[in-house]
Nanobody, 123 residues
Framework: QVQLVESGGASVQSGGSLRLSCETSGNRYTKHCMGWFRQTPGKEREGVASLDVDGTTTYADSAKGRFAISQEPDGSTLYLQMNNLQPEDTAMYYC?????????????????WGRGAQDTVSS
């Protein structure tokens, strides 16, 4: 069973940066694609960034040029570096994973989810 625990959520001002971390366990012997999603009240969860087993990254248009997804070589920790944050980036951010080679930005393929980390960006 894969377990995911996010950390690094915080409150920052517009233009600031944050790095989210996701500690993973239970996936040591099987490659998993990973992703970051976010959700605000009343809206559906949306994909922000994904990382395939071969290292291919995919970003939502809103994240391109500002966010970067990465992972420790041993797969133990997933990161989301977020720069030039804007108030519209305020959301609960979720780490997710799937025992697949490639996942993308749709929530459907992902069976494993963390509890989320709240990021708040003030103007």
């Amino acid at each position: 069973q894969v377990q995911l625990v996010e950390s690094g959520g915080a409150s920052v001002q517009s233009g600031g940066s944050l790095r989210l971390s996701c500690e993973t366990s239970g996936n040591r012997y099987t490659k998993h694609c990973m992703g970051w999603f976010r959700q605000t009240p009343g809206k559906e969860r949306e994909g922000v960034a994904s990382l395939d087993v071969d290292g291919t990254t995919t970003y939502a248009d809103s994240a391109k040029g500002r966010f970067a997804i990465s992972q420790e070589p041993d797969g133990s920790t997933l990161y989301l570096q977020m720069n030039n944050l804007q108030p519209e980036d305020t959301a609960m951010y979720y780490c997710t994973g799937a025992r697949l080679y490639r996942c993308g930005l749709s929530a459907g393929p992902y069976p494993y989810w963390g509890r989320g980390a709240q990021d708040t960006v003030s103007s």
